[in-house]
């Protein structure tokens, strides 16, 4: 078994599969490196440079996070996740930030990140404190 399904299996399906999705989607985007590419386009890229920094988040809103993504992929994401759009902006809005500090510890994006290996073991972490 997995360390999804496993995980899954103690949590119930729902949340870790929106969770799940999201870490591929976020990879779907480029990945991390693609992210940052977006954020500059909008305008935006103090704000994903403080995440993969040493230095403290800033926030974003749900609004900025449609800028960046656009109000299409924005809803591909939330009907994957059985959301509504404006749910799951918010829901990226206060999760984008931790994921991304939590996958660039040392201040820069890791070569070769798998994005939904490193976000299961976050969760892994989290829930049984590894």
Request: no cysteine; glycine share 8%; charged share 20%.
């Amino acid at each position: 078994m997995s360390l999804f399904n496993q995980i899954s299996s103690l949590l119930g399906g729902e949340k870790i599969n929106q969770y799940k999705t999201v870490l591929e989607w976020v990879g779907s985007q480029g990945g991390i490196e693609g992210l940052v590419k977006q954020f500059d386009t909008a305008g935006l890229s103090e704000l994903i440079q403080s995440w993969i920094s040493t230095n403290a988040n800033l926030p974003i809103s749900a609004k900025q996070i449609v800028a960046v993504f656009s109000s299409p992929v924005i809803n591909d994401l939330a009907s994957k996740i059985n959301l509504s759009a404006t749910e799951a902006s918010e829901m990226a809005a206060q999760y984008l930030p931790k994921l991304i500090d939590k996958v660039t510890p040392d201040g820069v994006v890791p070569k070769d990140l798998d994005l939904v290996s490193a976000g299961m073991d976050i969760l892994k972490a989290k829930i049984f404190g590894g």
